[in-house]
């Protein structure tokens, strides 16, 4: 299978991978947004600054319900050196989290992404 070997300041972080057919994502992220205003007083979003890697996955189990899976959810800072090998591997390391898709959940989620479409692109019909 594919997999990343990741590693931060040459240390070893995770050997990830989901098999023969999924997704693997090895993802770095940098956020700075500015303060919003609300009224007079200054309210910084949670996330206003953020510098952060994720190794994360996704393996189908049945059709459209799947599995995600999570190696690392990691802060950097400047200067840091995150480096990450594509490899073939028989094995990869166990993730930290795996995440099972609720069907019916899914099936919600699918229903009303279909509705929103279908208000967007149908045109109503003339009586």
């Known amino acids: 299978m594919i997999a990343f070997d990741v590693f931060l300041n040459r240390k070893k972080l ?4 989901v098999g023969s057919d999924g997704v693997l994502t090895a993802m770095t992220t940098w956020v700075h947004r500015r303060a919003s205003r609300t009224g007079r007083t200054q309210r910084q979003p949670q996330w206003d600054r953020d510098l952060s890697f994720s190794l994360a996955g996704y393996r189908s189990t049945n059709g459209d319900v799947g599995e995600h899976f999570k190696w690392q ?4 800072k400047p200067g840091d050196v995150l480096t990450i090998k594509v ?3 028989a ?3 166990e993730p930290r989290r795996r995440v099972a898709e609720d069907p019916e959940l899914v099936e919600r989620s ?3 992404y279909y509705q929103r479409l279908k208000r967007k692109f149908e045109k109503p019909r003339k009586k």
């Open 14 to 17: 995770a050997r990830a991978g």
């Open 73 to 76: 959810d990691r802060k950097l």
């Open 87 to 89: 490899i073939t591997a």
């Open 91 to 93: 094995r990869v390391d």
């Open 110 to 112: 699918q229903r009303r």
